[in-house]
């Protein structure tokens, strides 16, 4: 008896433990994932029943939460919803969250840290639990104008202030409406996100910092130019060899110049003019002599391989080792394998403008609570140091004759010295090109840095280039920063 007993009590015993050790898992090691689980029912509730902070730019509401009568109580209201769609993000019952609303989802919903206290207080005093507002870095006139500037065209813009990281705007075009997806019925949310999904023109992605990255072309020759000077073999008056055509090693391919014929004239051109004109056969030769090592390097400490959260996570910029010296020279004028975002790209600028310092990009200007208390505040981080002060310097007078007399005229604003580059990206034969440019403006006080890319050739096919449809868009978007 006392045997069986003691078998019993084993057995019990046992059970309580695996109870123990399965609920002890559930609370510390799955409750977040729970939490995020879209089909918890109970998680959704709880996330709509309290008053969802609000986004902010500039003091003004563009994503709200407003009361209903139904069990969700409260429901999302993006203000110009397709303006700032790749910013805000949605969101919604079943399909999860994105953008701000997925980065910043603790704070907005208020079950941050920061938010315990606060709510504490609302349940003492009988007050309705409200989440945080988060007010946005982005200048509602400069958005407005990278969003116009756009216009039809399929590419993104993003402008970063270049001293203290704060981006300015972000746009990606075609882009949606997200109020479209915060309905309370789940079929119906289901149904229009699968919709926007199965879309082929993507709305749904950031191109500005995410979705399929883009070869980047000759804008790519900036990070090129940087490890060039950074090598301390390099100045803008060291010379290149400037064929008119060249065969790439082990292979029978050949590249040119953009324009055709030697870059500039003669049999060696300057660094400084190879930039101005976007020489690919000179920047082929360079890529050559400083190898993938020294690229890579000055390429990572701006940012290339790694993930920068702004806070919504930007997809990697690739620079991958080439396989053999024929890629490495591609690689060298932004084609072969090299992939980027435009929101790096806006970073080299800006690194470049700021003096060769790169500071961490944001989107969040500050945090605060309901009854507006500040609970957190902007505070510029420097990212990298991929370039010196004088090599800064050198670079951004390389910029500045690419928008004077080179290939990026287009970027000219009257009274203002701009500096900036061009891209033309080729893709796969007859593919329509991708266009870009980046920049800054003054180019000796920075204001503004930007990246503009626009795909499927602007609707030009391969005669498009980045100083036709790219360069004005940045135009504008640097204007409209400088006329404030």
């Given at each position: 008896?006392?045997?069986?007993?003691?078998?019993?009590?084993?057995?019990?015993?046992?059970?309580?433990?695996?109870?123990?050790?399965?609920?002890?898992?559930?609370?510390?090691?799955?409750?977040?994932?729970?939490?995020?689980?879209?089909?918890?029912?109970?998680?959704?509730?709880?996330?709509?029943?309290?008053?969802?902070?609000?986004?902010?730019?500039?003091?003004?509401?563009?994503?709200?939460?407003?009361?209903?009568?139904?069990?969700?109580?409260?429901?999302?209201?993006?203000?110009?919803?397709?303006?700032?769609?790749?910013?805000?993000?949605?969101?919604?019952?079943?399909?999860?969250?994105?953008?701000?609303?997925?980065?910043?989802?603790?704070?907005?919903?208020?079950?941050?840290?920061?938010?315990?206290?606060?709510?504490?207080?609302?349940?003492?005093?009988?007050?309705?639990?409200?989440?945080?507002?988060?007010?946005?870095?982005?200048?509602?006139?400069?958005?407005?104008?990278?969003?116009?500037?756009?216009?039809?065209?399929?590419?993104?813009?993003?402008?970063?202030?270049?001293?203290?990281?704060?981006?300015?705007?972000?746009?990606?075009?075609?882009?949606?409406?997200p109020n479209t997806l915060t309905s309370h019925d789940t079929k119906d949310v289901i149904a229009r996100y699968q919709a926007l999904e199965s879309d082929a023109s993507k709305p749904l992605a950031?191109?500005?910092?995410?979705?399929?990255?883009?070869?980047?072309?000759?804008?790519?020759?900036?990070?090129?130019?940087?490890?060039?000077?950074?090598?301390?073999?390099?100045?803008?008056?060291?010379?290149?060899?400037?064929?008119?055509?060249?065969?790439?090693?082990?292979?029978?391919?050949?590249?040119?110049?953009?324009?055709?014929?030697?870059?500039?004239?003669?049999?060696?051109?300057?660094?400084?003019?190879?930039?101005?004109?976007?020489?690919?056969?000179?920047?082929?030769?360079?890529?050559?002599?400083?190898?993938?090592?020294?690229?890579?390097?000055?390429?990572?400490?701006?940012?290339?391989?790694?993930?920068?959260?702004?806070?919504?996570?930007?997809?990697?910029?690739?620079y991958p080792e080439p396989e053999s010296t024929a890629q490495l020279m591609l690689s060298a004028f932004g084609q072969a394998n090299d992939r980027v975002t435009p929101l790096q790209m806006a970073?080299?600028?800006?690194?470049i403008a700021n003096g060769g310092k790169v500071m961490q990009p944001s989107l969040v200007e500050s945090i605060e609570t309901s009854d507006l208390k500040t609970v957190e505040s902007f505070s510029?981080?420097?990212?990298?140091?991929?370039?010196?002060?004088?090599?800064?310097?050198?670079?951004?007078?390389?910029?500045?004759?690419?928008?004077?007399?080179?290939?990026?005229?287009?970027?000219?604003?009257?009274?203002?010295?701009?500096?900036?580059?061009?891209?033309?990206?080729?893709?796969?034969?007859?593919?329509?090109?991708?266009?870009?440019?980046?920049?800054?403006?003054?180019?000796?006080?920075?204001?503004?840095?930007?990246?503009?890319?626009?795909?499927?050739?602007?609707?030009?096919?391969?005669?498009?280039?980045?100083?036709?449809?790219?360069?004005?868009?940045?135009?504008?978007?640097?204007?409209?920063?400088?006329?404030?």
């Amino acid at each position: 008896m006392n045997r069986q007993l003691r078998g019993v009590s084993t057995v019990v015993v046992l059970m309580f433990v695996a109870l123990f050790v399965s609920t002890t898992s559930i609370q510390f090691f799955a409750a977040d994932s729970l939490r995020a689980d879209s089909r918890n029912s109970r998680t959704i509730l709880d996330s709509y029943s309290t008053k969802r902070g609000a986004i902010l730019v500039d003091g003004k509401p563009i994503a709200e939460s407003t009361a209903v009568d139904d069990q969700y109580q409260y429901q999302r209201k993006y203000n110009s919803g397709e303006l700032y769609s790749a910013v805000t993000g949605y969101f919604t019952i079943g399909q999860g969250n994105a953008g701000i609303e997925g980065a910043e989802n603790a704070v907005l919903s208020g079950n941050s840290d920061d938010s315990f206290f606060q709510n504490l207080n609302s349940i003492l005093t009988g007050q309705d639990v409200q989440g945080d507002n988060v007010n946005l870095t982005i200048d509602p006139d400069v958005q407005q104008a990278a969003y116009d500037a756009l216009g039809a065209n399929t590419g993104a813009v993003v402008a970063i202030q270049p001293k203290t990281g704060k981006i300015l705007a972000m746009v990606s075009k075609p882009g949606y409406d997200p109020n479209t997806l915060t309905s309370h019925d789940t079929k119906d949310v289901i149904a229009r996100y699968q919709a926007l999904e199965s879309d082929a023109s993507k709305p749904l992605a950031n191109r500005a910092i995410a979705g399929d990255l883009y070869t980047p072309g000759s804008v790519f020759k900036l990070v090129v130019a940087s490890a060039a000077l950074a090598s301390g073999d390099y100045t803008l008056d060291s010379t290149l060899p400037n064929p008119s055509t060249l065969t790439l090693p082990g292979t029978s391919s050949r590249i040119n110049n953009a324009e055709g014929g030697s870059c500039g004239g003669g049999d060696q051109v300057k660094l400084r003019v190879a930039i101005q004109y976007s020489c690919n056969i000179p920047f082929a030769e360079l890529g050559r002599k400083l190898g993938y090592e020294t690229i890579k390097k000055t390429a990572d400490a701006y940012g290339f391989g790694s993930v920068i959260d702004v806070p919504t996570s930007a997809t990697p910029s690739q620079y991958p080792e080439p396989e053999s010296t024929a890629q490495l020279m591609l690689s060298a004028f932004g084609q072969a394998n090299d992939r980027v975002t435009p929101l790096q790209m806006a970073m080299v600028s800006a690194g470049i403008a700021n003096g060769g310092k790169v500071m961490q990009p944001s989107l969040v200007e500050s945090i605060e609570t309901s009854d507006l208390k500040t609970v957190e505040s902007f505070s510029p981080k420097q990212y990298s140091a991929p370039l010196s002060s004088g090599d800064a310097s050198d670079l951004t007078e390389a910029m500045q004759s690419v928008v004077n007399a080179g290939t990026g005229t287009n970027a000219k604003i009257d009274g203002v010295d701009v500096a900036g580059k061009t891209g033309t990206a080729e893709g796969g034969t007859g593919d329509p090109y991708t266009l870009w440019f980046t920049g800054f403006a003054p180019a000796k006080d920075p204001e503004v840095a930007v990246a503009v890319v626009v795909g499927n050739g602007g609707g030009l096919g391969q005669s498009g280039v980045g100083n036709t449809v790219a360069a004005p868009v940045a135009k504008k978007v640097m204007e409209a920063v400088l006329n404030k």
